[in-house]
T-cell receptor
């Protein structure tokens, strides 16, 4: 099993819809989890950290399921500007983080 | 968060030559990282650059091929040596900028093409 796995997509979603994607991780001792967003030909940017109790930032909600070893990202009322690749990032061991390959999201007008 | 710049933003180089990429941060940071992102792939950590000590390289990356300097807390360089077309990639530096551990912020990247 890969350390971090994501569905590569693409997810083609109409504007205004809700979309969710998951990311699974293999190391049950992982402590820190993040979602990054990467626009085409740009650097990754931190979208949000994922806390054990789940957290929300505007239209974005991140959740952690330790029992099943996955994190999720929910985007409500999607905008055209949400089109990007979303990278799942996990800290499986000290001082290292592992990036998933990303899930491509296309918001359709 | 820290503002990070990289030079050059892109370059086209001949095989066998070397390129040095610079990473400048607008504040002092302890941890700086160098990543590679090959076309259609995610990010792979090359090494961690700490000021005052040698860089720590990940499996598959060696100092002779990717020498790194970290002369102070705001600057680092990565050299890609004796380049081959397989080195064509985007190279990114990143920093941990306080806040929550392992939260990293990235420079804009250097797009390298080796012919």
């Amino acid at each position: 099993r890969k350390e971090v796995e994501q569905d590569p997509g693409p997810f083609n979603v109409p504007e205004g819809a809700t979309v969710a994607f998951n990311c699974t991780y293999s190391n049950s001792a992982s402590q820190s989890f993040f979602w990054y967003r990467q626009d085409c030909r740009k650097e990754p940017k931190l979208l949000m950290s994922v806390y054990s109790s789940g957290n929300e930032d505007g239209r974005f909600t991140a959740q952690l399921n330790r029992a099943s070893q996955y994190i999720s990202l929910l985007i409500r009322d999607s905008k055209l500007s949400d089109s990007a690749t979303y990278l799942c990032v996990v800290n499986p061991r000290d001082d290292k983080i592992i990036f998933g390959k990303g899930t491509r999201l296309h918001i359709l007008p | 968060s820290a503002v990070i710049s990289q030079k050059p933003s892109r370059d086209i180089c001949q095989r066998g030559t070397s390129l040095t990429i610079q990473c400048q941060v607008d504040s002092q940071v302890t941890m700086m990282f160098w990543y590679r992102q090959q076309p259609g792939q995610s990010l792979t950590l090359i090494a961690t650059a700490n000021q005052g000590s040698e860089a720590t390289y990940e499996s598959g990356f060696v100092i002779d091929k990717f020498p790194i300097s970290r002369p102070n807390l705001t600057f680092s360089t990565l050299t890609v040596s004796n380049m081959s077309p397989e080195d064509s990639s985007i190279y990114l530096c990143s920093v941990e900028d306080g806040g929550r551990p392992y939260e990293q912020y990235f420079g804009p990247g250097t797009r390298l093409t080796v012919t």
